[in-house]
């Protein structure tokens, strides 16, 4: 809902501070004919919500033949009935021409921040898009580039101080990127550009947050000042790349690299399913309520290190399952419930091979969805009961229980067959529903299970 406030510049900044904290938060009907702005509804995004959200990535470019939001769009109802709740959108914006790389270009390499990538379609495409998504009670967040642009970017010439130059005075970029440079953080007049552009997103189609690209390489008390000033106009979920503890004061989830590349390790031999572990009671140390992001593949790991077959082989089915099952958000990246079994190239047109049959992973990944959203006891952070066994080097069990529900997860981390193993915990008594089969156990106290290699068994009531 919108309703009429004062103008801003007929007030000092504190009476306007005031009234809009009061309007914000009281709802209060005004009579004034002013301009509009969004009052704060009631935010969703409870700890409660989060815990049972997931995370659709959208590769525009790559979904459909086409490439375009409208063609996407078709996908709507499927991804609703599979359990999709955030759609995250790569960036949306234009690429630039200077130091293109392929024929299309870096999504990530912005030209301009407050308009379409015509690849794409246009603005009322996008607003389409979000409508519809919306009508099916899922959340749109967007990709934000914020620590560089394309290297022509309008701004390169309106305003090159707002750039980080080299001892010659060019625009540079420290990370080996080619094709973008970076912005310099020092100068208070590019962040309020920035963070001008982020609200006119928010504003001009109601997207419901941002993925914010590298974010620990743009400074902390940024991100605090753009979430402050965006959070006027509605509550907003926050995603950042990044694996900084102390940037929980902005995100509500941040990606889980560490045990991603632990994951790897663990396939190649490097390290045992006790570094795993470590890796897990490493995030336990988060602040209240951060959540992880995992996921078996995204946007980067498919098209510069391989789809989850290649990486992880037998292993990419349980390490998705455990995704869905452990106290973090999961991703499912564009394609993922085919399965996608080739590297998308990045810079030119690769169009998914949907093909004309239900894809054959759909309902896997609706199994997993509809648990995470509908079981309790996977809302509440950190309520994971690690259940030990006779096979610590390869089984890796565990219960998660709320007031009335009960969630059962154990894998075979190993290539080892029949397995048995015996697991024993008052809350593991009852009858049980197999996730995948359908089929229910009653299940006493102490329960032995036979896993075959790689086998995950998921039980719930």
Known sequence: MKHKIFKKQHLSQWSYTIILNALNQYQFINCFNLPYIHFMSENIFTNEWKNSANIYEVNVRQYTQEGTFNAFAAHLPRLNKMGVKIIWLMPITPISQLKRQGSLGSYYACSDYVSVNPEFGNLDDLKKLIEQAHSFNMKVIIDWVANHTGCDHHWTKEHPEWYVHDAAGNFTEIHGWED???????????????????????????????????????????????????????????????????????????????????????????????????????????????????????????????????????????????????????????????????????????????????????????????????????????????????????????????????????????????????????????????????????????QTFVLQAWEYIVLYL
């Open 180 to 446: 973008v440079i970076d912005l310099n953080y020092e100068d208070k007049n590019m962040r309020a550009a920035m963070i001008e552009c982020m609200h006119y997103w928010v504003k001009e189609v109601d997207i419901d947050g941002f993925r914010c690209d590298m974010a620990h390489l743009v400074p902390l008390d940024f991100w605090i000042d753009a979430k402050q000033q965006c959070e006027t106009l509605k509550h907003l979920f926050w995603l950042g790349e990044c694996e900084v503890p102390a940037y929980h004061q902005v995100f509500d989830v941040t990606y889980a690299w560490e045990w991603m590349h632990a994951t790897e390790n663990f396939i190649k031999g490097s390290t045992d399913l006790q570094g795993l572990k470590n890796v897990l009671n490493k995030y336990e140390g988060y602040p209240t309520g951060a959540l992880k992001l995992f996921f078996t593949a995204n946007h980067d790991e498919n098209s510069w290190n391989g789809t989850e077959y290649e990486k992880y082989g037998n292993a990419a089915k349980l390490l998705a399952v455990f995704s869905f099952t452990w106290s973090c958000m999961p991703l499912i990246y564009s394609g993922q419930e085919l399965p996608n079994l080739k590297r998308l190239r990045f810079f030119d047109k690769d169009e998914i091979e949907w093909g004309n049959s239900k894809p054959k992973l759909e309902d896997f990944y609706q199994q997993l969805l509809h648990l995470k959203a509908g079981n309790n006891a996977l809302h509440e952070a950190g309520n994971v009961t690690v259940l030990p066994s006779a096979f610590e080097n390869n089984i890796f069990a565990f219960l998660r229980h709320s007031d009335k529900n009960r969630v059962i997860g154990i894998f075979n981390f190993s290539n080892n067959e029949k397995l048995q193993i015996t697991l024993s915990h008052p809350l593991i008594e009852g009858v049980f529903t197999n996730l995948f089969s359908g089929i229910q156990y009653k299940l006493g106290a102490e």
